[in-house]
C-alpha cells in the first residue's frame, strides 16, 4: 500500500466512526468491505487498496485488522496512522472503536462517502449473526475453503460478483486490474 492509500484507509475509518458515533472493530471491518464491493459494482476500482481475507467470521481488511488487533507484523506506518486518529476501548470493551478526529474529506471522494454512507445504514447495526451471515458469500467460500492458499485472500473479480458488477463491469475491472499490475 502507498502512503496514500494507508492515509485513505485512515480517512475511511474515521468518516465511518464519526458518522456511527464508534463502532466495534467487527462491524467496522464489515461496513468497508461491502462498501468495498459495492463501490467495486458500480464504477469499476476498489475504494481501498487493502486485501481482505476470508476468515471465520467473515471477511476484514487484513492491513488494517493487524493494526488494528496490534499485530507484531502490521504495517508500522498505518498503525501509526491509526493511533493517532482512533482511540481503542479497553478493558471489557477493547473491541470498541472511537474517532480522535474528522476525516478529511479531500482523501474520500463523493462516490466513496455514498456507499459508505449506504453500507454503514445497512450494516452498521446489525447483530453479529446477522452481519456474518450476509458476509459469508461466494467469494468468501471460495477464499475460506481454498485449502492450497496460506493467508486466504479474497479475489477482486470474485468480491465484484458479489457485490453483482455486471458483466461488462466485471470486464472493466480486469482491465484496470491489469493496468495497476503493470504499473506496479
Same mark, same amino acid.
Given at each position: 500500500?502507498?502512503?496514500?492509500?494507508? +492515509?485513505?484507509?485512515?480517512?475511511?475509518?474515521l468518516y465511518i466512526l464519526n458518522k456511527t458515533k464508534? /463502532?466495534?472493530?467487527?462491524?467496522?471491518?464489515?461496513? %468497508?468491505?461491502?462498501?468495498? %464491493?459495492? $463501490?467495486?459494482?458500480?464504477?469499476?476500482?476498489?475504494?481501498?487498496?487493502?486485501?481482505?481475507?476470508?476468515?471465520?467470521?467473515?471477511?476484514?481488511?487484513?492491513?488494517?485488522?493487524?493494526?488494528?488487533?496490534?499485530? %507484531?507484523?502490521?504495517?508500522?506506518?498505518?498503525?501509526?496512522?491509526?493511533?493517532?486518529?482512533? @482511540?481503542?476501548?479497553?478493558?471489557?470493551?477493547?473491541?470498541? /472503536?472511537?474517532?480522535?478526529?474528522? @476525516?478529511?474529506?479531500?482523501?474520500l471522494s463523493n462516490a466513496d462517502a455514498e456507499e459508505?454512507?449506504?453500507?454503514?445504514?445497512?450494516?452498521?447495526?446489525?447483530?453479529?449473526?446477522? /452481519?456474518?451471515?450476509?458476509? $459469508?458469500?461466494?467469494?468468501? $467460500?471460495?477464499?475460506?475453503?481454498?485449502?492450497? +492458499?496460506?493467508?486466504?485472500?479474497?479475489?477482486? %473479480?470474485?468480491? @465484484?460478483?458479489?457485490?453483482?458488477?455486471?458483466?461488462?463491469?466485471?470486464?472493466?475491472?480486469?482491465?484496470?486490474?491489469?493496468?495497476?499490475?503493470?504499473?506496479?
Amino acid at each position: 500500500m502507498t502512503n496514500f492509500d494507508k +492515509q485513505k484507509l485512515t480517512e475511511i475509518v474515521l468518516y465511518i466512526l464519526n458518522k456511527t458515533k464508534g /463502532l466495534d472493530y467487527y462491524h467496522l471491518f464489515k461496513v %468497508i468491505y461491502f462498501a468495498n %464491493i459495492a $463501490h467495486l459494482a458500480k464504477y469499476g476500482f476498489r475504494m481501498t487498496t487493502d486485501e481482505f481475507c476470508a476468515l471465520p467470521d467473515g471477511p476484514v481488511p487484513s492491513v488494517l485488522y493487524d493494526c488494528i488487533k496490534d499485530d %507484531i507484523h502490521c504495517d508500522k506506518e498505518l498503525e501509526a496512522m491509526i493511533e493517532k486518529s482512533v @482511540a481503542k476501548g479497553n478493558d471489557d470493551a477493547y473491541y470498541m /472503536l472511537i474517532a480522535k478526529r474528522g @476525516a478529511d474529506m479531500d482523501y474520500l471522494s463523493n462516490a466513496d462517502a455514498e456507499e459508505i454512507d449506504k453500507s454503514i445504514q445497512e450494516n452498521a447495526y446489525l447483530s453479529y449473526g446477522e /452481519l456474518r451471515t450476509k458476509s $459469508h458469500g461466494e467469494e468468501w $467460500h471460495r477464499a475460506f475453503y481454498n485449502t492450497k +492458499q496460506g493467508r486466504k485472500v479474497m479475489d477482486v %473479480i470474485g468480491m @465484484a460478483k458479489d457485490g453483482m458488477a455486471s458483466d461488462d463491469m466485471i470486464e472493466y475491472i480486469k482491465e484496470n486490474l491489469a493496468v495497476e499490475s503493470a504499473l506496479a
